[in-house]
């Protein structure tokens, strides 16, 4: 697994370049645009998304037959993180190029590939994703918009309403989802249609850069041929194309938490009290290096998944093999969306403490990234739904045998961090085990599934940092000191965290005293390595991001 892995050290120097693109399209025509986009500009944004086209970077996972550069999922995850820089330009750029081109991309026939994708990937054209409805958010699959074939059989009839459509003002074309008489139906819907209108712009707490307003859809008359997919099969569209999405939000998440980290550094060096800089008090220096441990650990999650993901289109046949196989990280997806939405929220909100009360004055970037942070953990499925996804699937999985999330590793470990990984999965499969043996009613039990999603995330970025950490050492011969010390720290408290959940999950499960105590006195009983004084360690971490005055990379 350690030679598979892939983390952000392995991009290559092609790779690299495209990062530094996108790095500087962000600072020299994102960036000094921000408050023209907050205004609705929307020239300001429709020139934008030509010169990112111009750019290659609305291009990244479009094959080259459609104008794209049929590159793969990891370098699609490091432009994204870099655009996460862009404020709300990010959240438009997202869309588009996540579920407003994807679904072409992976669904489209050959025609709708070559009238669609070739305008998308250059710019000309925006893309937008319609599925939320006023009474149908977390329910999606539950629209009342509707469509229904004309008397001739030719074409089809839609109407509806579809709520908080990113990119709604600017968008050329719109992947909308409707129930017809063989279920849920994906659509494509140009904005130049009969009957179609785009409602006010939404008065948003946060990202005001991008376009979100109402779609209105009045008898629209849809081409028979501008199915996305196959009638009655939407649904496939929709959870597989959101799967995809919520990786890109992970990534777009890690660049704004980089931003705020660099933030709250740079400004923590110049401000004095008591004639210290910000800095040098130990209780700062606390916060930025858990600022830094969130992020190095979302950031380990991510890269991984993108390379397995990848990995996973290497091997595949055909589109339909290729499908299947990325459905197949459903969960991974949704705990790095989950994990890097709620890591940014905190980050955020430590930006903002250090700045003080500055911190919460709109001429400083920081109020802007703690507004528009928000959102993160509410769209592309919320952070407990995708929760219950987590807990349901994996229960699933295990029940059928083929969850190797918490395959335990080599016997007899010595290493300190690998005992941490090792008694956190032993931890997991009690806990599964616990909850067939007790009947637990899981889906009316959501506080457990919580907990077990909560768990096992822990364990994914423990996971994800330990081989990211030997891959290094593998590779360089050695370890720096800073990441042995992020790895350190990152492996004790999350299992710190996972023991938690543990105990809170046996506590409700199980009823009998008895078993309840013999159950929790193994969990107390367990081999778990010395605590060391992570006071220390992360005044080491500090000390290195303080220093650099950013993230690492």
């Not at 918490?406 to 008694?423: C, F, I, S, T």
């Amino acid at each position: 697994m350690m030679d598979t892995i892939f983390t952000p050290e392995d991009f290559s120097a092609e790779d690299q370049l495209m990062s530094k693109t996108t790095e500087l399209f962000v600072k020299q025509d994102v960036a000094p645009y921000i408050p023209a986009m907050e205004q609705h500009d929307y020239e300001v944004a429709t020139r934008l998304f030509r010169k990112a086209g111009e750019l290659g970077l609305l291009s990244i996972e479009v094959p080259e037959e459609y104008g794209g550069l049929s590159l793969n999922k990891a370098v699609a995850g490091i432009v994204a993180e870099k655009m996460g820089f862009g404020g709300s330009f990010s959240v438009s750029f997202n869309i588009h190029v996540g579920v407003g081109t994807l679904p072409y991309v992976y669904f489209g026939t050959e025609k709708q590939k070559l009238d669609y994708l070739p305008k998308l990937a250059s710019g000309e054209w925006i893309g937008a994703y319609a599925l939320t409805e006023p009474n149908a958010g977390s329910d999606a699959l539950r629209a009342n918009t509707r469509a229904v074939l004309n008397p001739e059989g030719t074409g089809w009839i839609l109407s509806g309403e579809k709520q908080w459509i990113t990119n709604a003002k600017l968008a050329d074309v719109f992947v909308v989802f409707a129930n017809t008489n063989e279920g849920m139906t994906a659509f494509i819907v140009e904005k130049g249609f009969q009957g179609v209108s785009i409602g006010p712009e939404e008065k948003k707490m946060g990202i005001k850069g991008s376009s979100t307003a109402t779609l209105l859809l009045d008898q629209v008359p849809i081409p028979r041929e501008n199915v996305l997919g196959v009638a009655g099969k939407g649904h496939h569209v929709a959870l597989n194309i959101i799967n995809m999405a919520r990786l890109k939000l992970a990534f777009s998440n890690i660049g704004a938490a980089k931003q705020a980290l660099q933030l709250a550094v740079s400004y923590g060096k110049v401000r004095k009290q008591f004639q210290k800089s910000l800095v040098d008090f130990t209780m700062i220096q606390e916060k930025i290096a858990n600022m830094t441990l969130s992020i190095y650990g979302a950031e380990s999650a991510a890269y991984r998944t993108a390379g397995l993901m990848d990995e996973a289109s290497e091997a595949s046949e055909n589109q339909e093999s290729l499908i299947k196989k990325l459905a197949d990280y459903a969960i991974e997806c949704a705990m790095n969306k989950i994990y890097s939405s709620e890591s940014l929220d905190s980050i955020v909100d430590e930006a903002v403490q250090i700045h003080g009360g500055y911190g919460y004055m709109e001429e400083y970037e920081v109020e802007r990234l703690y507004r528009d942070a928000r959102i993160s953990r509410i769209f592309e499925g919320t952070n407990e739904m995708n929760r219950l996804t987590i807990a349901k699937m994996v229960l699933k999985k295990y029940e059928q045998g083929i969850f190797s999330l918490l395959e335990p590793d080599a016997k007899g470990q010595v290493d300190r961090n690998k005992q941490y990984l090792g008694l956190s999965k032993q931890l997991g499969v009690q806990i599964l085990d616990t909850i067939f043996r007790t009947n637990l009613h899981m889906d009316k039990e959501q506080e457990y599934q919580r907990l077990l999603a909560n768990m096992l995330m822990e364990i994914y970025v423990m996971e994800s940092v330990l081989l990211r950490s030997e891959k290094t050492v593998s590779k360089k011969g050695k370890q720096e000191p800073w990441r042995q010390a992020v790895t350190d720290v990152i492996c004790e408290e999350g299992y710190k965290r996972a023991e938690e959940a543990a105990v809170s999950i046996i506590s409700g499960a199980v009823t009998d005293e008895t078993e309840r105590k013999r159950h929790l006195d193994e969990i107390r009983n367990l081999p778990v390595p010395l605590y060391q004084n992570l006071f220390t360690r992360k005044r080491e971490i500090a000390a290195e991001i303080i220093e650099r005055a950013r993230y690492f990379m």
